[in-house]
């Protein structure tokens, strides 16, 4: 079971015991017994809502650095980028030349024109116009190369 939701159902469970508690002794002649038990829910409650709070924000926390990607060792860093260009290749009807899943911008069908990858600075349009010269072999493989004549650039 997912621990948030555990969580969630847990504050769920003691937020109605409260209540429960609460009406049964709603006529001011509640014992001292009762009333203790009913602040120690609602000590159990503010804990509980404390570490659902936590979990979100450590779910958001880590969103923020992954990539839009399934593959979770794939990260977004800029700085490992310089000198690199994302790059969209389409042919001239639009349909993307990027090969299914080889994407950097994220998991890609066939023909996503969305889709784009990093390349070396400057060879996006070379790319685009079919010229693979000086192109790293890692980047070659990620597009059809052989629909590459007449497609036209998006970068």
Sequence with gaps: MNPF??????????SLATI?????????SQSLEQSQEINKLKQQIQELQN???????DQAQTKLFKSPTSNPSKTIDNKSHYGMDKCKVVDVHGNGLIKPYMAD??????GDR?????????????INQGDFTGVPHEIRNKIHSSNITNSGSYQ
């Excluded at 911008?105 to 066939?110: I, K, P």
């Excluded at 969305?114 to 070379?126: D, E, L, S």
Aim: aromatic share 12%; glycine share 4%; hydrophobic share 50%.
């Design 114 to 126: 969305n889709a784009w990858i990093w390349v070396p600075y400057g060879q996006c349009k070379k």
């Design 105 to 110: 911008s994220g998991a890609n069908l066939e």
């Design 51 to 57: 570490q659902v709070q936590r979990l979100e924000a």
């Design 20 to 28: 429960v508690s609460a009406s049964v002794v709603a006529d001011n």
């Design 5 to 14: 939701k555990f969580l969630v159902e847990k504050i769920m469970l003691f």
